[in-house]
């Protein structure tokens, strides 16, 4: 059974600190996404990794791909209100028929 | 339309009633998919549709869940003789390709369903 591991759960930090999320299997995935959402809304797509040791930057967010293409990493630099919300990480199972999500992680960032 | 539309955004429901939940994916995207959210449980996978067959139901969690795929377009998740267990939100994606490894998955704001 494929799944996906995210730590920490929850996450409570000041602006302007960094933080990191992370997504990790034990199984190999072809590619992760990480998807945001916000309270009321589905969630929106963020980054697809696809190449193991792919590091992808989008603007003060960093994700990156483990070299054995089974864990994933999200770095956010000097945090901001605006990145609040529950960050997931999602992989395509085995049959390519759907994509699996791990838990999320819920980020608080306040003023 | 623009984005993917799901009703209603809140349903609540005496247990043992049938509920159904609608979605209307973005035009063209022949790959839609069904997915419950719970409180603290993420998003749990139910049913995949390529066009209006269902290659992959194996995420539904018991025979009281169905869905359909009309014109290759809306579909219909159907809920009968609901469970408080039922309540979640229930999230519809679809993605322009079947491939969901390298494709974007675009999700409706989701319905909200309450069993009382």
């Known amino acids: 059974t494929q799944l996906l591991e995210q730590s920490p759960q929850f996450l409570s930090i000041q602006e302007g600190e960094n933080l990191t999320v992370y997504c990790n299997s034990s199984?190999?995935?072809?590619?992760l996404q990480w998807y945001r959402q916000e309270p009321g809304e589905g969630p929106v797509l963020l980054v697809t990794?696809?190449?193991?040791?792919e590091v992808k930057k989008l603007k003060r967010l960093t994700f990156q791909f483990g070299d054995a293409r089974k864990d994933s990493s999200l770095h956010i630099t000097a945090a901001q209100p605006g990145d609040t919300g529950l960050y997931l990480c999602?992989?395509?199972?085995?049959?390519?028929?759907?994509?699996?999500f791990g838990k999320g992680t819920t980020l608080s960032v306040s003023s | 339309g623009a984005g993917v539309s799901q009703s209603p955004s809140n349903k609540v429901t005496e247990k043992g009633k049938d509920v159904e939940l609608r979605c209307d994916p973005i035009?063209?995207?022949?790959?839609l998919y069904w997915y419950r959210q719970s409180l603290g449980q993420g998003l749990e996978f139910l049913i995949y549709?390529?066009?209006?067959?269902?290659?992959?139901k194996s995420g539904l969690p018991s025979d009281r869940f169905s869905a359909e795929r009309t014109g290759g377009s809306v579909s219909t998740l159907t809920i009968q003789r609901t469970q408080q267990e039922d309540s979640a939100v229930y999230l519809c994606?679809?993605?322009?390709?079947?491939?969901?490894?390298?494709?974007?998955?675009?999700f409706g704001q989701g319905t909200r369903l309450t069993v009382v």
């Open positions: 199984s190999v995935f072809s590619s």
């Open positions: 990794v696809v190449t193991g040791g």
């Open positions: 035009s063209g995207h022949t790959a």
């Open positions: 994606a679809s993605s322009l390709k079947a491939s969901t490894a390298y494709t974007e998955a675009f």
């Open positions: 549709f390529q066009g209006n067959s269902a290659p992959d």
């Open positions: 999602a992989g395509a199972n085995q049959a390519g028929t759907a994509l699996i």
